[in-house]
């Protein structure tokens, strides 16, 4: 029979690999906390006008990325391809936003229909940050020197540039829109297929096209810092003062724009140039107008989202090896005879005396010597061994794997004060 695979493009995340997701799961949340942001949950699937309302009708997600169905009963529902939209909602629909500030995180799966590639995938996970009610620059500035930190925590610091840019109010998109569409409709035909469509529909996403032929003509374009409105200009200038001040590095990137429509002002990018064109790790902007755009009431908002395979990817390719890598229980417990019903107690009896040390049960029986083998094999430090007479007398046997320490029978209570003793400094 035809043994049943994953879907393209959604990974399994096996014994081998989880510490490192871990590690970045809880350095990350870790700083967060630091920082005073709260978590929020929210569901996995959404209805599908929340993300056609806020992400924008011609953006590549929209279009081409999103898992859409129909639900039982008609409506129609869409796997999240990204966080922003279900957190507003929630923030909505639960009156978190009014006359109040937050500060939230969330991590979890996200699904886009993409080709699947390496650094690009259908389900992949984000950790994401949002913020709400603070109109910044200050807040802008603290959102970046908190993704810095994590990135510099993580120990990859020198593997990544951060990239900003300010995409100005709605206004000054309009007008560079206008003044984009004109520089580039005399060259359609030098445009990649995509790019010409965006033309008629959302011209500055042509910007971050990565045919090389469109970026050769988009030298000589006209740049959105030139269109920007005073106020966004203001902004970008205490923003850029205030990272300077805080000893970030940063380079202007005018033509960085994001590929979501809800973005304004600020946008920036972490990238790396060791993932190819999956180099950006972390990647966000302001929000401003999207919670009055999904029914709320006008709410200055900023955030970003980090892609954690990339970041996985990342982490393996440099010395950083998380806890757990290596992980295997501390003892084996070998139950040799009619023993089974004290082993596990004797399991527990260690388990409660001494949390913090892991211990490996055989299940299973089998002679004196197979059981030796597996703890051998187990990696662990050392053996209890309970046989009969270990039982009946409330004794056990300790025998170290590792060195040539001779083994000894002990009373369990003694035992168990010897392990705290040569386990402790682990
Ligand atoms: P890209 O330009 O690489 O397609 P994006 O602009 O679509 O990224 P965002 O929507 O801003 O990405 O998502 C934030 C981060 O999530 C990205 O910077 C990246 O690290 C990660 N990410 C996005 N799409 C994927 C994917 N299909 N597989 C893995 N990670 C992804
Ligand atoms: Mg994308």
Redesign the pocket.
């Known amino acids: 029979m035809k043994k049943i695979q994953a879907i393209r493009?959604m990974n399994d995340i096996l014994p081998d690999q989880s510490p490192y997701w871990q590690h970045l799961e809880s350095v990350i949340t870790g700083i967060l906390r630091r920082y005073g942001y709260r978590e929020i949950r929210f569901p996995i699937v959404e209805s599908t006008d929340l993300f056609k309302r806020s992400i924008g009708e011609v953006t590549?997600?929209v279009e081409k990325?999103m898992y859409t169905f129909e639900d039982r009963n008609g409506d129609s529902i869409t796997l999240r391809?990204?966080g922003t939209a279900s957190c507003v909602r929630a923030c909505e629909q639960h009156g978190l936003l009014y006359n109040q500030t937050q500060r939230l995180w969330y991590l979890g799966p996200?699904f886009?229909h993409?080709r699947?590639q390496k650094?690009?995938?259908?389900?992949?996970?984000?950790i994401?940050v949002e913020v709400f009610g603070l109109e910044g620059p200050d807040i802008d500035a603290e959102i970046l020197l908190l993704s810095a930190r994590i990135l510099r925590e993580l120990g990859l610091a020198d593997r990544v540039h951060l990239e900003l840019n300010s995409l100005g109010s709605t206004e000054a998109r309009t007008r560079y829109r206008e003044a984009l569409v004109a520089y580039l409709e005399p060259h359609r035909e030098q445009l990649d297929p995509d790019s010409q469509r965006r033309l008629g529909t959302n011209p500055l996403r042509i910007l971050?096209s990565?045919v090389s032929t469109t970026q050769q003509l988009l030298e000589g374009a006209p740049v959105l810092t030139d269109y920007l409105d005073e106020e966004s200009r203001a902004h970008f200038e205490q923003l850029q003062a205030l990272l300077d001040a805080n000893g970030v590095a940063y380079s202007v990137n005018p033509r960085l724009v994001?590929?979501?429509d809800y973005y304004g002002k600020t946008a920036f990018?972490?990238i790396t140039d060791q993932l190819g064109?999956?180099?950006?790790?972390?990647?966000?902007g302001r929000y401003d107008g999207l919670v009055e755009q999904l029914g709320g009431k006008p709410t200055p908002a900023i955030g970003?989202?980090?892609?954690?395979?990339?970041?996985v990817l990342m982490l393996q390719a440099t010395e950083v090896k998380p806890a757990g890598l290596e992980q295997h229980a501390q003892i084996y417990l070998a139950a040799v005879g009619d023993v089974h019903t004290q082993a596990l107690q004797l399991a527990e009896r260690v388990r409660d005396a001494l949390p913090s040390v892991s211990l490996l049960t055989h299940c299973g029986g089998g002679s004196f010597k197979n059981q030796l083998k597996r703890a051998d094999r187990s990696q662990a430090q050392l053996a209890l061994i309970l046989g009969e007479d270990e039982a009946r007398a409330d004794t056990v046997t300790i025998k170290m794997l590792r060195d040539d320490t001779p083994q000894k029978t002990l009373p369990t209570l003694e035992a168990i004060d010897y392990l705290r003793t040569v386990l402790q400094s682990q």
Request: aromatic share 10%.
């Open positions: 493009g590549d997600i990325e391809p990204e996200m886009r993409e699947p650094g690009r995938y259908r389900q992949f996970h984000q994401g971050d990565k994001r590929g979501l990018e972490w064109a999956q180099g950006t790790v972390c990647a966000g970003f989202g980090i892609g954690l395979e990339r970041l």
